[in-house]
Structure formats: C-alpha cells, structure tokens
T-cell receptor, first 112, second 117 residues
Framework: AQSVTQLDSHVSVSEGTPVLLRCNYS??????LFWYVQHPNKGLQLLLK??????LVKGINGFEAEFKKSETSFHLTKPSAHMSDAAEYFC??????????FGSGTRLLVRP | DGGITQSPKYLFRKEGQNVTLSCEQN?????MYWYRQDPGQGLRLIYY???????QKGDIAEGYSVSREKKESFPLTVTSAQKNPTAFYLC????????????????FGPGTRLTVL
C-alpha cells in the first residue's frame, strides 16, 4: 500500500534558525506530493506541491522542499524560522486514484 | 471571494441524534471530499464525490452519509450509527482531472468541530 511517513512527531527550533521537517514516501510511480500546514482549529493550507517540473519546489512563506527519488524523500525546509511558523505540518501524496494519503503530521514549535 | 465554507464551526450532538455538516464551494471544482481528523493523527477520508449525483466511500464511511445534488454543495450527515463521532471534520474540493499523471491539490475549508454530549 502506498504510504507517507513523517519521521518526527515534534520538532522544536529557535526563532531565526533553520527548519527541517522530514518526509519519506513509499516508492511507486512518480508520486504527486504536497506539504500542507494547519494552524490550531483551522483548515489546511497548501504550502507547496511537487509536479515534476523541478526537484526543488518553492512554496509560500519561504518554505521549500526537495524531491529526491533515490531516497524517496520530500523534506520541507526553511532557512529561518518565524514565530508564526508554529503549526502542524502534513506531508501528503496522491495515490493511484484521486485520493490523498496523509502523513501523521509534525508539530513545529518555535522558541523565542 | 473564492473558497470553501463550512458550517457550523462548532456542533454539539446528543446520543442517538443525526446531525448534518454543511460544505459549500464557489471554486467551480468538480470533486469534493470529507475528512475526519482526530487529535495527533492525520486526516482520514470519509466520502468523496468526483461529479454531481455520484459519490464513493472512503476509508471510514461507516456511520456517515452524503449527498451531491449540486456541484457547489456536499453535506455530510453523521448518523447515530457512528459510535465515536467526536472529531474535527474537514471538507475539501479539487479540480477533478489529472494532468500528466499528477493529481491536482485539494483546497480545504475551515472545519467543523463536532462534540457528542
């Protein structure tokens, strides 16, 4: 079965330091991959998506992710964390039909 | 303003009661989806609809029902058969078709928090 694994349930960083949220996907045909962010009691907002046009994908709010087929990874990064980045982040892939498969989420804490 | 609206934001249900959650979109999307989110977990698919008057069960459809009579509307009914309905419910929509093998992203509403009293 196709799956998505987010390697850390919680990540804590200091404001102004880099962010790395890790995601691995089960290997199959070239997947559709997304990162979404969810602030408390809110819906999900799309940060970025992988569409095969480029392996390094730039998203909103300074986030980017790199698709590495050899490692089946799609890690999310940001050079400098801001307090407003504190939220839950979901790595998501499309399956062979029209459904999305969600990772279990990584909660990002940003310390002042 | 294009987007997805869900109502109500908070909903309380008594034991044995059916309740209906509303989802409306004005993005002209063909496909709509309902998800359930429990604390510390990712989203699980309840039902989805790729076109008007058609819908399919997702991974956890038992105790739920839906209808898709209009393109812009996809209400979810939580029936008394759903034994543990307390959760955060999210509706989403997307363009139906793929392109070059890649799935279009889904756009999410703000959610409805359902609590059983």
């Amino acid at each position: 079965a196709q799956s998505v694994t987010q390697l850390d349930s919680h990540v804590s960083v200091s404001e102004g330091t880099p962010v790395l949220l890790r995601c691995n996907y089960s290997s199959s045909y070239s997947p559709s991959l997304f990162w979404y962010v969810q602030h408390p009691n809110k819906g999900l907002q799309l940060l970025l998506k992988y569409t095969s046009a480029a392996t390094l994908v730039k998203g909103i709010n300074g986030f980017e992710a790199e698709f590495k087929k050899s490692e089946t990874s799609f890690h999310l990064t940001k050079p400098s964390a801001h307090m407003s980045d504190a939220a839950e982040y979901f790595c998501v892939r499309g399956d062979s039909s029209y459904k999305l498969i969600f990772g279990s989420g990584t909660r990002l804490l940003v310390r002042p | 303003d294009g987007g997805i609206t869900q109502s109500p934001k908070y909903l309380f249900r008594k034991e044995g009661q059916n309740v209906t959650l509303s989802c409306e979109q004005n993005l002209n999307h063909d496909a709509m989806y309902w998800y359930r989110q429990d604390p510390g977990q990712g989203l699980r698919l309840i039902y989805y609809s790729q076109i008007v008057n058609d819908f399919q069960k997702g991974d956890i459809a038992e105790g739920y029902s839906v209808s898709r009579e209009k393109k812009e509307s996809f209400p979810l009914t939580v029936t008394s058969a759903q034994k543990n309905p307390t959760a955060f419910y999210l509706c989403a929509s997307s363009t139906f078709t793929r392109t070059s093998g890649y799935l279009f992203e889904q756009f999410f509403g703000p959610g409805t928090r359902l609590t059983v009293l």
